[in-house]
């Protein structure tokens, strides 16, 4: 999955022909972290930059926390970057995520920087802001955002024991597994 990533974000350069390197040295993120720096990013960049969670978006339910106090539900982040003054009727949609996999580090940290990148460079680079009056990019940088907070490969979920309990019990699921085909 991180290989992908790292294919759309070489594509991404060799379309706009953008190779600046960094001015500032990357981090490694948590989750925590990369969630506070997104909305930060989203604050600060409204015109290119929209950040929605999928529960909003999707009606995706909160299903546990992600914090050990158990005071934070786990949110599934969804952010488009384009250009919003540009109407996204002819704009083609292009979708990166980060990993499935909990215990992937790097696949969040590349969609992170990738977004930080687009919403940075947006209006300062021409590449950048011509790709962005083209395209639409919606990045999900943590799909599984309790295994991604936890380092645990699969994501966990809360069920009722039956339709009519009260009673919740845990249940870890495999993500790459998890993909309804019919």
Known sequence: MACLILFALVALVAVTGAVEIAKVPYSKLDYFQIREQLEALAKQYPGVMQLENATEKLGVPYLVECDAAGTQKCVIDIVTITDVSVSSLDKVQLIVTGSLNGQDRLGPQVAYYLIEYLVTNFGADFQI?????????????????????????????????SPTSTTMQYLYKDAFRDFPYN
């Open 129 to 161: 802001t011509q790709l962005l009056q083209k395209r639409e990019i919606v990045i999900v940088p943590i799909p599984n955002a309790w295994g991604f907070a936890n380092n645990k490969e699969k994501e966990l979920a809360k069920y009722k024991t």
